[in-house]
């Protein structure tokens, strides 16, 4: 569980913003903008946020000569690589490498004439910059929609073989291209909305290359259902050491970096904040405000992403004895209201009412700060 | 991928309510209560819901004899088993057997006497009712804590291999009493509030025997968190056929069921509605109103859970068109704020502002239901 499969090293951007992707590397948390890119003051807008909530690396949409051009004013003043993503025209590739665009991802269900590929793979290689084979299940070469290899008995598509062929495909060319492998270094995703069709072409194309993976269940829906149909994608894959750098794809780019730090919190892949582990409430607890405790320590270290920990809010002893001491601070809830407090499983104090859930926050806040 | 671990059948409750635990019968979906148990009223009043919203086994904590007794008048109203959660107390396990509960959870960390689990034992041979051997990291044998053979170089616990342990023994235990294997039924679980530790304890149960499992993350947290958690540890075991119930341990008991159910059906295991496919947006996103346009079916389609199918709704085509093809109702946004609608893969109409949200909500359910 959690070995990483070992991969080729891929450096993104130059300077004080180059991040590494790849198993020497911690997985890399990247987001992609939902602003018309060549509107520089509303896409530095949604990046700067995204900054600070710990996003590695941002991705644009690249649809015209403007948004290309935009990008050289755009990475001026961002400290992360930016990612120029390419759909249809490869003119907007080599305008977006010109204009100083770190990576470039290159969808090979969209562009797939090997003259057009040439172009692209041979400016990334002059300029010594990474590609992205970005595949998508909802937009694959005509050729392997076409071919009865990739159809069910019923009909139906074979959905991960196709993404699997196309992305091995596309390696095979811009190797060729560019005359080996590593001159212009890789980073593939088979992205499709179906996680099982996602995770069973993941798995694939981790033991047929050795090349970085960037992880995500692509038009994965709105928050409870994108979270969760994202997880059935990535969370298979990521308990098997596979994935390098993963992305989120649900509606705001905050919740996105949130989610994704969160889903790699809960293996201990990345740090990020505090993790409250707290029990569901049943029958057993008593008079402790246990859920509006939580709510209030969910606000608090949501503002705090710095402190690091885990805290166990038990509303009883049943398995509160048990959490508390596994945790940094441990809090049973007791019949009368009044809560105990553990600091490394240690007893430490009893906090009584009134104002207990003030009084629990300063306790907590304090003792995270090592003030207590 | 998916292919279920072959289980031993557990049949839990009679007649009409009877429900079926095991490898030949869909993954059931459960959730516990939150009120006290000897509060009839208050429990049937959150019982209920559940009920409507998909419960299919509900768990109740006894830990006073009037909530052993309450038994009686529950399960007299309910169309689903009831399962009596017994922590320090294994006379109250005999009481709630004598009032009817359909199962009986038992904790092997908290009642540890032999003669104490005798009693218990033998009561639901005689009245031939199953067991769950529910094991919980945070509720551990004190023996296994005090063993050096469970502590790690650092001093930390191996919590995995403590659970497996303390459930084999349990296993071992029950047989013994009993004089056989399967006289009674028991279903197995191992929870803990690390997910890593709770998917390797319940890989390794599922490789050493054939009785079902019971799987969920213990004190997952609240909302977002308390999902993802629950995800890291239930999906890899889901995605490798191991699971024949689930409960998704976050605060309020509705939520627990439609998570449950969301996380079963992003893999196809269960039905559960209408799943809605959607891009996160992105620069390539003309005029069209799709957040509003997703909020909008999220709680028409919530009201509406005898509706089956999924629905992609994309702002854009560049994956819009493979995604439309693939599922029963198709949507692509144009720049223009009008919207390209798909039955089945095929394109049938176009659909025009003003109050285009209305017209399509108006659409997407007149197709869902047969009526288009």
Redesign the interface.
Known sequence: ??KRRQTIQVAVGKGIKQKCIGSDHPILVQA??????SDVWETMNQIMPLENAGCEMIR??V?TPE?ARAIREITRHLTIPLVA?I??NPQLALLAIEYGADKIRW?P??ITKTEMIKDIAQAAKDVKIPMRIGV?????RKDLLDNPEFRTSSGG?K?AGMMVRECLDAVALIEDIVGGKGIVPLVLSVKA?D??AM??ANFDIARQTDYPIHLGV?????D??????S??GL??LL??GIGDTIRV???DPLK?I??AY??LR???LREYGV???????????GNFPL?EL??RL?EEFSKRLDLRGTI?L?GCP??????SN?HSYGLIGSHTGAADIYYNGNKEKRIEPPDIIDKIVVDALEFLEGKS
């Open positions: 569980m959690l992609m903008t939902t602003t018309q890119t644009v949409a649809q948004d993503d759909h249809f969808n269900g969209n998508n299940g909802g937009s694959l598509y959905t909305s996680p099982l995770l069973t692509t038009e994965a829906g709105s409870e259902d994108g979270i969760i149909v997880c059935a969370m298979p308990a098997y794809s649900i509606k996105q949130r989610a969160r889903i809960s293996y201990g993790r409250i582990i707290s029990c569901p409430t049943c029958g057993r607890m859920t939580e709510q969910n166990a038990m049943v398995n509160g004895i048990g959490e596994q």
